[in-house]
Structures are given as structure tokens and as C-alpha cells.
């Protein structure tokens, strides 16, 4: 079956940085899009960015855009968030997910995502 496993969170203070790995079997990662979310306490999910199966496209929340890299190595399964300047309000559990129809173009709902990891804890204190 297909797992996500994510990694690299942690409690860092606002200004820092902390870098997100999620690691995918149990698919042909290389034809899927990728998506990051993340959920804060008392509040919805919410998208934060999702790339492309080719890499080609890369979208990216506007409270997160100049901020945070969303990339992928398909060598490795594995997809990143690179997430710099980090502020208070990104407090929230991060989930990687993995869109299940191969090859569409990257959406940012959450209910078109098929597979999900069980999420790491972000912490940014001021």
C-alpha cells in the first residue's frame, strides 16, 4: 500500500528554518503531484504547496510564497519543504500528500488528495 512518511520538524524560533522530507513507496512516485498541508490548532487544514510530477509547476500558499520551496527528487521518492523565515502563525502539524491520478495537473484541495502521511510537528516561537 502506499506510505508517506514525513520527517525534520521540530521547534525552531521565528527567523529560522527547518527543512521537510517525505519519503513515498507503494507508488510510482514519479507520475503523481506532491502537495504539502498543514493544520494548526483549532483551525482547517490548509494547502501550503504542491509541485508538479515533472517538477514543471509549483504552486504555493500566498501566506508562504518567498518563504518556503516545495521540490522533489523522483530518484529518491522523496518530496521537500524548504521553509525559511519562519513565524509564529506556521505553528501547525505539516502533512505530505500524494495526488493518486498519475500525471494531473497539481490541485490545491485537500479532497483531491488520495494518500496522506501522518503528519510532523512544526513549532515557531517568538
Known amino acids: 500500500q502506499v506510505q508517506l512518511v514525513e520527517s525534520g520538524g521540530g521547534s525552531v524560533q521565528a527567523g529560522g528554518s527547518l527543512r521537510l522530507s517525505c519519503a513515498a513507496s507503494?507508488?510510482?512516485?514519479?507520475?503523481?503531484?506532491m502537495g504539502w498541508f498543514r493544520q494548526a490548532p483549532g483551525k482547517e487544514r490548509e494547502f501550503v504547496a504542491v509541485i508538479s510530477w515533472d517538477i514543471a509547476r509549483k504552486e504555493y500558499a500566498d501566506s508562504v510564497q518567498g518563504r518556503f520551496t516545495i521540490s522533489r527528487d523522483n530518484t529518491k521518492n522523496t518530496v521537500y519543504l524548504q521553509m525559511n523565515s519562519l513565524k509564529p502563525e506556521d505553528t501547525a502539524v505539516y502533512s505530505c500528500a500524494a495526488d493518486g491520478n498519475p500525471y494531473r495537473i497539481p490541485r490545491i484541495r485537500s479532497y483531491d488528495y488520495d494518500y496522506w502521511g501522518q503528519g510532523t510537528q512544526v513549532t515557531v516561537s517568538s
Open positions: 507503494g507508488l510510482t512516485f514519479s507520475r503523481h503531484a
